[in-house]
């Protein structure tokens, strides 16, 4: 077996073992050492003889051994015994939205499905409505989900991609020994979902360039390939194009973000005596010297444009009337917010989600688990809220971070906060969500949020639309409406850096700005590992051009208390 088919089998087990329910740590391992596997630059074979499967991060002697089993005898054991517990075709099932393990039993059992394809075909065909505990209803959504994971199957979230292209970068970096090379196109912009990763490069050498492309332990496939480009797939689908340039600065500038920009900045540079194009820069008929990305902006008289920003839209307009210097940046940020602890489906206690604020620097952490009616979270009742309080008061005695008492309170399906009013004026802030009936009409469910928009208390509106990207669509309702309520009642906004998230979207951020709306950028941090989820959220922040000014967690911790308190 090679690493891919050793690879394939470990991730195989992890999703069997997820599907299951099954330790979550375990199923995990198995993954991460798929992963892992999948990126050793090595012979699998040569690693197994030395007897060095340990060395690789994220495997220690027990998967070693059961990896090694695997390479020899093309077995591995906990995966055989899953494929005997769980229906054929449960991986592949369980990636339409709203399959459960229950379901797919039920449709295997009666109508012997095993695959997306007959899935489809028996919806199609009106079999599905006739098996127990489904209906038309079930039916139509799984055929909607069936579509939807289609339409995202060849995407990635931006969490997933980033690293990858990282890695592929510095391989073609050490494989040309140049730095002309690197990452571009909407992973540069820092988009939520990537399409396809985009590298350029500038080198003298293409043909040695593709050898080493080929070379790249991910690659699994070469799609096509060029004089000046090539598309290889990646391992788990995801395409990578390498694009070969002249000119290395005015290659990043094309190649990043929205086609759109070049396009706009080409007619800008045009309408000024400049000829911008794929070659560089030219005034009457002469090169002119770009060295750095900046260089392209600065010839033509504007402020450099962040690769954020990128997005073909009113940013060369914004460029050449003023600077983006006091952009939204990570280290501006004095306080982590929307943050949940073992108190609610955290998985650390309030002192340790305190310390490790502290440690990056924070002035102040809001601590903010869920309320009463999200139970499946663990919400807390005001008996649980108010032993909570009285942790909060013990741990402040022993941090120099300042706790903040707060609640992700849900917005209840008639729009009213999930506390009665005494509780909800002792909190230092409200971060009010949707969790649950996300089907609800265009109608309802903007009724229930512009109800909660106008509570009193002052609140930010969580992960506003509830998406979960490529899994679950934003919530249906007149969000200009609500956004309206919103700047009416002095509430603000939050942009979620949770990658599975990065809620608002940046025309919507956009338009809370107009409306001299605040934003919260939040990790909605449910671990210290989730602490990283602030990159995302900045850069999302950026995209819409959020200024310093107007993010509240960018105050000192007296103003942020004054400004967000009920």
């Known amino acids: 077996m090679d690493k891919f088919d050793i690879a394939n089998a470990l991730r195989e087990a992890g999703h069997m073992l997820t599907i299951a329910g099954d330790n979550p740590y375990k199923a995990r391992a198995y993954l991460k050492a798929a992963s892992a596997i999948e990126s050793v630059g090595e012979g699998i074979d040569t690693i197994i003889k030395e007897d060095r499967l340990t060395n690789i991060p994220g495997i220690g002697a027990s998967l070693a051994s059961q990896i090694e089993h695997l390479y020899r005898t093309g077995e591995l054991p906990v995966l055989a015994k899953m494929r005997e517990q769980l229906p054929a075709g449960v991986v592949e099932l369980s990636q339409v939205p709203g399959m459960t393990l229950k379901r797919i039993e039920a449709l295997n059992k009666e109508l012997s499905i095993t695959s997306i394809d007959e899935l489809e075909d028996a919806c199609l065909k009106h079999r599905v409505c006739k098996v127990k505990g489904f209906g038309e209803k079930t039916e139509q959504a799984i055929l909607e989900g069936l579509r939807n994971q289609r339409n995202s199957s060849r995407k990635t979230l931006l969490l997933h991609a980033r690293p990858t292209a990282e890695q592929f970068v510095k391989y073609l970096r050490d494989g040309m020994r140049t730095e002309q090379i690197d990452v571009a196109g909407t992973i540069r912009s820092w988009h939520e979902v990537i399409d396809e990763i985009k590298v350029i490069a500038a080198v003298d050498d293409v043909q040695h360039l593709w050898q080493v492309v080929e070379n790249f332990p991910l690659v699994v496939e070469l799609v096509e390939k060029t004089e000046s480009s090539c598309r290889v797939k990646l391992v788990e689908g995801l395409l990578a194009e390498i694009v070969v340039v002249t000119n290395f600065p005015v290659g990043l500038v094309e190649h990043t973000g929205s086609p759109y920009h070049f396009n706009l900045l080409k007619s800008y540079a045009a309408e000024n005596g400049i000829e911008l194009n794929s070659e560089g820069l030219f005034k009457k008929g002469k090169m002119l010297a770009v060295k750095s990305e900046s260089d392209v902006y600065v010839h033509l008289d504007l402020e450099p444009i962040p690769p954020e920003m990128r997005l073909g839209e009113d940013e060369i307009e914004q460029a050449s009337k003023s600077d983006f210097e006091d952009l939204i940046h990570i280290a501006d940020i004095q306080g982590m917010t929307h943050c949940h602890t073992t108190y609610s489906d955290g998985s650390y206690s309030i002192e340790e989600m305190a310390l490790g604020a502290q440690k990056m620097g924070m002035k102040y952490i809001t601590i903010t688990d869920h309320s009463p009616a999200a139970s499946y979270a663990g919400g807390l009742t005001v008996d649980r809220l108010k032993q909570q309080w009285e942790e909060i008061e013990r741990v402040q005695e022993r941090v120099d971070i300042t706790i903040l008492r707060g609640t992700e309170s849900d917005i209840l399906a008639d729009g009213r906060l999930d506390y009665p009013d005494h509780i909800l004026e002792k909190f230092d802030i409200i971060i009010a969500s949707v969790h649950n009936r996300f089907k609800l009409n ?63 979207e940046p025309r919507w951020v956009k338009a809370a700005l107009e409306r001299g709306i605040k934003i919260l950028i939040s990790t909605d941090a449910h671990s210290l590992r989730d602490y990283r989820n602030l990159e995302f959220g900045v850069h999302q922040a950026r995209r819409a051009g959020v200024r310093r000014s107007e993010v509240l967690n960018t105050l000192d911790l007296d103003d942020f208390r004054a400004t967000v308190r009920p």
């Open 442 to 504: 265009h109608e309802q469910m903007t009724k229930r949020v512009l109800t909660c928009m106008k509570d009193p208390h002052f609140k930010v509106w969580g992960h506003p639309l509830g998406r979960l990207l490529l899994r679950r669509e934003p919530i249906d309702c007149d969000v200009e409406k609500i956004l309206d309520a919103v700047a009416e009642s002095n509430a603000a906004v939050e942009i979620n850096g949770d990658p599975h998230r990065m809620d608002f």
